[in-house]
């Protein structure tokens, strides 16, 4: 199936620091999901973007579709303890399969 | 309102058992997928019905795996013949938009093969 970059793996912060993750693809994508999953529990959504350049916030969260599709952001403002836990991307190319990124774990150290 | 619910959360059953996982949407959602999820990786599509019928089954891995939704609403996943190699956590997720919308994902059921 096609790849999704999503770096870094992980990240260990302080908090109240800023945090940047991305996703990356050889292939165009239409649509672009963020979602953070805790453990023992199923992925979140957290913000949609469905259009090339779109930047949408939700809360400390912001998320970029990117300008060439084949790639997106997301930002974390001043993380807190509850940002923990491991953050996908998901992208949908044509059709009905979405396909998920290998996740970025965040750690926040009080 | 009520989320994604899916039963069992726990499944421990033998290699070469026949399982069955169900997934209730929430109210209204036409569009409900099934993905897999190993330790350390990304959900993988598994299928995707719109309505009852299955719209995309490219995600299957084989001809163990099938899944049904006869009224449009709950769906089983049913895996024959288990193997070990399926020891996963299976997700279910459903959307108000047929393909493309936004996914709300149940906590998914720990299946593991003995």
């Known amino acids: 199936g096609q790849q999704l970059n999503q770096s870094p793996q992980s990240m260990f912060i302080q908090e109240g620091e800023d945090v940047s993750m991305n996703c990356t693809s050889s292939s165009i994508f239409n649509t672009w999901l963020w979602y953070k999953q805790d453990p023992g529990e199923g992925p979140v959504l957290l913000i949609a973007l469905y259009k090339a350049g779109e930047l949408t916030s939700n809360g400390r969260l912001t998320a970029q579709f990117g300008i060439t599709r084949k790639d997106s952001f997301l930002n974390i403002s001043a993380s807190i303890p509850s940002d923990v836990g491991i953050y996908f991307c998901?992208?949908?190319?044509?059709?009905?399969?979405?396909?998920f990124g290998t996740g970025t774990s965040l750690t926040v150290i009080p | 309102g009520a989320g994604v619910s899916q039963t069992p959360s726990n499944k421990v059953t033998e290699k070469g058992k026949y399982v069955e996982l169900r997934c209730d949407p929430i109210?209204?959602?036409?569009?409900l997928y099934w993905y897999r999820q190993s330790l350390g990786q990304g959900p993988e599509f598994l299928i995707y019905?719109?309505?009852?019928?299955?719209?995309?089954d490219s995600g299957l891995p084989n001809d163990r795996f099938f899944a049904v939704r006869p009224e449009g609403s709950v769906s089983t996943l049913k895996i024959q013949r288990t193997e070990r190699g399926d020891s996963a956590v299976y997700l279910c997720?459903?959307?108000?938009?047929?393909?493309?919308?936004?996914?709300?994902f149940g906590p998914g059921t720990r299946l593991t093969v003995t």
């Open positions: 109210s209204g959602h036409t569009a």
């Open positions: 998901a992208g949908l190319m044509s059709g009905n399969q979405f396909y």
């Open positions: 997720a459903s959307s108000s938009l047929a393909g493309g919308g936004e996914q709300y």
């Open positions: 019905f719109q309505g009852t019928g299955a719209a995309d």
